[in-house]
């Protein structure tokens, strides 16, 4: 937190240099709309409010050297299905291997690519429950 922030009252505010703003917590900020019958791409909104809740997330999925291994797409199969948004880091130098490593991943474990900047993606697959 930062230092300009006063007080927190019981009601869910936060009171910063004698102005009040709502405080909520992670996830009430997520709203995500279910898609007509197909899966199709999410809206802008959307994926703007997965990347906002992903900015504190720490990847938890590392692809190395050996590249998009089974064991790989295992354990990013099991994170998704814990936590539905992720982070994953991609250790190759090259653009291109990046993003075909990531487009690969994603169709092995159904997941949507939310966002890749450098050599993190955020991955997001809605739980079945």
Do not use: W
């Not at 709203?31 to 906002?52: D, F, N, V, W």
């Not at 814990?82 to 291997?97: C, N, P, T």
Request: with cysteine; proline share 2%; aromatic share 2%.
């Amino acid at each position: 937190m930062r230092a300009s922030i006063l007080s927190i009252t019981f009601l869910g505010c936060v009171r910063i240099k004698s102005r009040v703003t709502p405080f909520l917590d992670h996830a009430s900020r997520v709203t995500i709309h279910e898609s007509p019958a197909t899966h199709a791409a999410m809206q802008g909104k959307e994926k703007h409010a997965l990347r906002a809740h992903a900015h504190h997330l720490k990847p938890v999925v590392t692809l190395g050297a050996a590249g998009l291994t089974d064991a790989v797409v295992t354990e990013t199969g099991l994170a998704l299905e814990h936590h539905e948004l992720i982070k994953v880091k991609i250790g190759s130098a090259d653009r291109k291997e990046r993003s075909d490593a990531v487009a690969k991943l994603c169709a092995r474990t159904g997941a949507e690519l939310v966002q890749l900047i450098g050599q993190v993606a955020i991955l997001y697959r809605e739980n079945k429950d």
